[in-house]
Structure formats: structure tokens, C-alpha cells
């Protein structure tokens, strides 16, 4: 309204009014010509408006349904926050992208270039919507933008340095497809020029066949460059658990390249480093276990990743959520060879999956399942369950939507009650 005070603005969203909290009422409220839609029907008079911006949260079945119950052929430019700021940004732009690891990978980059001096700024999930930016932007900005394959989806513009993290099925309950997923993440690299930059992940066959569609200059990184990262910090001042974060810090690393950063900053960036909350995040320790919270891993590959991590401990693991299409068949193998103890279901949906398919393996005869109907009694369970020097891990490789608000309201749920029982047992 600020930009546009005399133009006609509407709002839409299939929420009810009712539904919103008292802070977003009260600004809807306030605008007095402001035009809002609410409801299953909210869409219907979109076509009276000349430009669309769609948020990430509307899928391509829900704009293809729009479009199709129009009685006249559409004249309204439908866009998103996303393509408005790569369409105007006047600084250069480094996106990452990836299923998992994009929000650490992001954050890297940004602290890299913050600690160097550069004036940058991180944007995507994280933050201010990301139009707020363009208000203040400068040429010599540089805007580090975690960027989903909700907000790729339609881009016909790739940022100047593009990061690919990796690639598997996710997001099957809002794209039509793991191919229409795919093609929504190819957006990174595919329109860039031969004056970009592409940071991408070559043991990934997935990622490596979309780099060859890219004009880019290309910069791989694997498993086998991991002595990039040792040449300039030990592994064991990276603030940051498990092997597969040292290829997230590469990654940063050769992202930052073009602007010959000295090896001291970047050190002096990582070892500074706070990740996000619920990404593999340590709760605290009690009664001689550790509590993690990973509550971000929404797929079975990342709670796969993160059973490494501990491997050789006694593990009690939280795992099941609402179910987004994923096959959980190899994370029942990794339970099954892991040194998991105890299972613990969250809920109904996607841990009775997982419970059999790793119980019908074997060598995991003797592994203990258990059903919490909460986060309380999940968390009550480990604590009774787990031995000295075990790890209770939340890493539910499951959505967050038949239980909780979204993944940060079960994050803070498990870290609330992990401090509640530790608090008692001390």
C-alpha cells in the first residue's frame, strides 16, 4: 500500500478471516480499500486484476483449476515474489538450492561474505519478505537468497552465482510429479549465461544432468574435494554436527570464490557460525544423553544422513509425521544396520511405514518400537528408554501437518520438553 496508494489491492487466501491471528486482522482491517477474498472460493475473482502474485503455498493444480474456470481468456499477469526480485534487484544475486541443506548452505555464504565486508544480506526463508529488500537496494548489493523449488517454479531467470546442493523426492503432495519437482529446481541453472557461476553437487547424478543444461561456468564439488574445506579450518572447529554439513561448508566455500576472500575470514565466518533453529540443533544434555533436534528433516534421506551422524551410539530415534510420497524403504534399511535402539512413532501417518519396514528386516529383530500420540509422551519415552550416553533424536523424515502447525512448531515442542524433563531429572 505504501508503493501503491491509489491503486486497487486485494488479498486472497483460502483461510478464513477467522483464521488469522490478531496482528494480521488488525493490518487487513486498517486498509479500508483494500478488496479481500477468504475461503474455498477465494480465487474466483482473481481474474478482475491485472497482475497476480502468487505466494509459494499455491501449487501449480491449484493455478491450473484458476485458469481453467475463467469464462474468458486470461489477460492477468500472474507472477510471484520471487520473479519480482530477480526481474528488479540491482546488485548480483547467489542462490541455493537443493532439497535439504540450503538454509546452512545460505546462511554460510552470507556470514562468509558479512565477515569480509561485503554488503550482503540473506533472504528467502529466513527473514523479511523478500520485496521488503528491493526498496534499499544497491548495485554493490549482493543478496544471498535460499530459494525452494516453490519459488523456482516458473523463474525464466537464474541467479549469477547458483549453488545445487543435491536432489530426491520431496514436495509430492504439492507438485504434480518428482519430474515436475525436478524441472522447478532445474530454474536455477538453466537460464544462466556464460559470464555465471554454477556450485554444484557431482556425486548427485540428478543434479550433475541438469549442470550440463547450464551455459554457466561450472564448479563441482564431492565427497573427494573435502580437503578444500580441511586447507582451511579442522573439521572439528565446524560448528556444525555430521560429515554431510563439511559438504554444505564446501559448497559455501566455492560459492565465495570469485571474490577472493582471504582463507583467515572465511575460517574466522565458520567457526562464528549459528545455524538455523531445528536443523540438526543440540537441545541439551541430560542425565547423560544428548537431546538433537532435526526437526527440518522432512524426508527420509536427511534422518538417513543424520543416523550416521551417530552411528555407534545407543540411538532412541522420533521419527513419522504426515506423508508427502517419499519411499522409506532405504531409511528402514539404515535403522535396520544403525545402531538404533528404540523407535519411537510420532503419531499416526508415516512411522508405521518405517517401523515395518525396518522390522521386517533380520538383524533388527531386537529393535523396540514404541507409539506417542504427542510430543510430550515422545519425549518422556526416550528419556526412559535411552542409556547413558545414548542420543535422542528428532528426525521425524516426515511433513509436520497431521500433528503440529509446521516443522518449527514441532521443533519447539520437542526442545520445550526436553527442557522440561531435564529440568526434573537434575
Known amino acids: 500500500r505504501k508503493l501503491f496508494p491509489h491503486k486497487v489491492l486485494a488479498v486472497g487466501d483460502k483461510k478464513k478471516i477467522g483464521q488469522f491471528d490478531k496482528k494480521i486482522r488488525a493490518i487487513l482491517a486498517k486498509d479500508k480499500n483494500l478488496k479481500k477474498y477468504f475461503g474455498q ?32 481468456a486470461p489477460s492477468s499477469r500472474i507472477t510471484s515474489q520471487a520473479e519480482i526480485f530477480y526481474d528488479n534487484f540491482p546488485g548480483l544475486i547467489i542462490g541455493v538450492t537443493g532439497t535439504k541443506g540450503k538454509g546452512t548452505t545460505s546462511g554460510l555464504i552470507y556470514q562468509i561474505l558479512k565477515t569480509a565486508g561485503f554488503k550482503a544480506f540473506w533472504l528467502g ?8 529488500y528491493l526498496l534499499k537496494a544497491k548495485p554493490d548489493h549482493i543478496a544471498v537468497y535460499e530459494i525452494s523449488a516453490q519459488q523456482l517454479q516458473g523463474l525464466k531467470k537464474s541467479p549469477q552465482i547458483a549453488v ?12 504434480v510429479n518428482f519430474q515436475d519437482y525436478t524441472k522447478a529446481k532445474a530454474n536455477i541453472a538453466i537460464h544462466q549465461t556464460k559470464n555465471d557461476f554454477l556450485i554444484y553437487n ?9 549442470a550440463q543444461q547450464s551455459k554457466a561456468r561450472k564448479i563441482a564439488f564431492s565427497e ?6 580441511k586447507g582451511i579450518i579442522n573439521p572439528k572447529e565446524i560448528p556444525l554436527p555430521g560429515e554431510f554439513n563439511q559438504l554444505n561448508v564446501l559448497a559455501a566455500i566455492l560459492a565465495t570464490a570469485p571474490f577472493n576472500i582471504p582463507k583467515e ?22 542425565q547423560g544423553i544428548e537431546f538433537y533436534n532435526n526437526s ?21 530415534l522420533i521419527a513419522g509425521g504426515s506423508d508427502k510420497g517419499s519411499d522409506y524403504s532405504l531409511l528402514a534399511k539404515e535403522i535396520a544396520k544403525s545402531s538404533v535402539k528404540n523407535l519411537i512413532i510420532l503419531g499416526q501417518g508415516t512411522g508405521q511405514k518405517i517401523e515395518e519396514g525396518a522390522k521386517l528386516l533380520p538383524q533388527r529383530k531386537e529393535l523396540r518400537s514404541f507409539l506417542a500420540i504427542t510430543m510430550r509422551e515422545a519425549v518422556k519415552i526416550c528419556c526412559q528408554q535411552t542409556p547413558r550416553n545414548g542420543v535422542c533424536l528428532l528426525s521425524p523424515a516426515s511433513a509436520s501437518f497431521n500433528m503440529f502447525k509446521d516443522y518449527q512448531d514441532r521443533g519447539k515442542q520437542f526442545k520445550k520438553w526436553v527442557k522440561k524433563y531435564g529440568q526434573k531429572s537434575n
Open 224 to 229: 573427494t574435494k573435502l580437503k578444500i574445506v
Open 296 to 316: 527440518m528433516a522432512t524426508v527420509p534421506e536427511t534422518t538417513i544422513l543424520d543416523l550416521k551422524t551417530f552411528n555407534g551410539r545407543p540411538i532412541s
Open 164 to 175: 545445487f546442493l543435491n536432489l530426491f523426492s520431496d514436495h509430492l503432495d504439492y507438485f
Open 202 to 210: 557431482s556425486d548427485d547424478s540428478l543434479v550433475k544432468k541438469i
Open 125 to 132: 526463508n529466513v527473514g523479511k519478505p523478500v520485496l521488503q
Open 41 to 72: 472460493n477465494y480465487l474466483a475473482k482473481a481474474g478482475d486484476y491485472d497482475l497476480i502474485i502468487k505466494t509459494p503455498g499455491i501449487s501449480r493444480k491449484e493455478r491450473s483449476s484458476f485458469l481453467q474456470g475463467r469464462s474468458e
Open 265 to 286: 575470514k572465511i575460517k574466522k565466518a565458520i567457526k562464528n557460525f549459528h545455524n538455523l533453529p531445528h536443523r540438526l540443533e543440540f537441545a541439551g544434555k541430560y
